[in-house]
């Protein structure tokens, strides 16, 4: 007698007993796709994770709190489904029918639910960071407010855009966007928004990728230019100061909003020393400065880092900057061809990356390089999660280049 998979033994147990009840039940990995017996199950706290749900039909069922990170499922029935306050990070909802479900503050961090029909569904409180929201239904859902509706909303417009007009935050308001249009044949690279970077990592990524930009940075009512030639800061300015001086006092905000300019046709230059040695110089003064009066407790409350736009940018430098940054990041990539993919960092190290086609760890990140054009957005990163890289992003950035390199000979 053939012996009986875990699924079909699943199947036996539960056929002709009603509602499957299995709740709290470990049904990780299973392959459950095209399933029809899962209809109005109790699934509350069961362990879903990695399961396949591909076509499987659970219309009505109860996930309160189940574990469905990195699930597949696509084109699955989950029509007046309770995922109230499951985890859903990283899983695979594309094409799946949510009409009328409750996510209320449920987590979809990094999920991809490009064209799933969100319907009617009570979205309140749900953390979709860093998912794909490509052409996805929200029609009569609820949102549980006007704030959130539009954080949702915006998440939506930075992938689905057809006119790639990006989204702009300005000194943390959500409500306060400012729209750059953008033309497809300006694109060469990768652009998209980048948030809790420190303002002396952007400067590095910038000249060490030996691009040109006039900077425009914002901090509460100050503002301040940097000019960036082939990857040499030429010109600063701060109100009536110029040049090393006006540098200096912009490295000094914590935190704020910049803007990225091509270069003036009318270059300036007033400063001549290389970038290495002012970025170090503006550390000591600011490590002088907190040594003599050290930040207040409202001061260390502010948002830290800087919001804004990068264009033209490759996903080589942008993980640099990233992990020079040091803080915990979730960048959600897609490909002009509408591939999209995962990066986690935290504290500075590479730790997960996953793409759409089912690739994980290196290979993911290796594959994601090999793009050339498209969006991303950096979230940052809560909670502790998948590990699936262990090596020193340096090297992987150098092998993912060497691999890029090889593919173009062929």
């Known amino acids: 007698m053939a012996e009986l998979t875990k699924e079909q033994l699943l199947m036996s147990i539960i056929a002709g007993r009603g509602a499957a009840y299995l709740r709290g039940v470990n049904l990780s990995k299973l392959d459950l796709s095209n399933v029809g017996w899962l209809v109005e199950a109790d699934l509350r706290e069961a362990n879903m994770m990695d399961v396949n749900l591909t076509n ?7 996930l309160r709190g189940a574990n469905l990170r990195k699930a597949n499922c696509m084109k699955a029935n989950l029509e007046n489904v309770d995922l109230q306050g499951a985890k859903l990070n990283v899983t695979n909802l594309q094409k799946a029918n949510l009409r009328n479900s409750n996510l209320q503050s449920a987590s979809l961090v ?9 319907s009617g569904a009570n979205l309140e409180s749900t953390n979709f960071d860093g998912a794909n929201l490509d052409r996805v239904n929200f029609e009569g859902a ?3 407010g006007a704030a959130h509706r539009d954080r949702i909303m915006k998440l939506s417009a930075l992938l689905t855009d057809q006119e790639n007009r990006v989204e702009e935050i300005d000194e943390y308001e959500v409500d306060a966007v400012e729209i750059v249009e953008m033309e497809d044949s300006e694109i060469s690279g990768f652009f998209g928004r980048v948030n809790s970077i420190q303002l002396s990592d952007l400067l590095q990524m910038v000249c060490l990728s030996k691009s040109s930009f006039n900077l425009l ?7 301040g230019k940097v000019h960036v030639l082939s990857g040499q800061i030429a010109h600063a300015q701060y109100e009536n100061f110029q040049g090393e001086a006006a540098l200096f006092k912009i490295l000094e905000w914590p935190y ?6 091509p270069p003036a046709e009318q270059r300036i230059v007033t400063i001549k020393k290389p ?79 996953l793409t759409n086609g089912n690739l994980q760890g290196e290979q993911a990140l290796f594959e994601m390089l090999r793009w050339d054009h498209g969006r991303f957005e950096t979230i940052p990163y809560e909670g502790s999660g ?3 890289i262990n090596k020193p992003w340096e090297h ?15």
């Open 56 to 62: 499987a039909n659970l219309n009505g069922s109860v």
């Open 110 to 118: 990094g999920a991809n639910l490009s064209e799933a029909d969100l």
């Open 142 to 144: 609820n949102f549980g």
């Open 217 to 223: 940075i914002r901090h509460s009512q100050e503002e």
């Open 256 to 261: 704020g909003t910049f803007e990225t300019h």
């Open 275 to 353: 970038w290495e040695h002012l970025l170090i110089e503006a550390v000591r003064r600011i490590d002088e400065m907190q040594a003599v009066t050290p930040p207040s407790d409202s001061e260390t409350t502010v948002p830290n880092g800087y919001t804004g736009i990068l264009k033209d940018i490759q996903l080589t430098d942008l993980i640099q900057m990233v992990c020079l940054s040091r803080a915990d990041l979730l960048v959600s990539i897609q490909s002009k061809d509408e591939r999209h993919g995962t990066i986690y960092v935290r504290s500075g190290r590479l730790e997960h990356a």
């Open 386 to 388: 998948t590990v699936s």
């Open 396 to 410: 992987l950035l150098i092998e993912g280049m060497r691999q890029r390199d090889e593919d173009s000979l062929h």
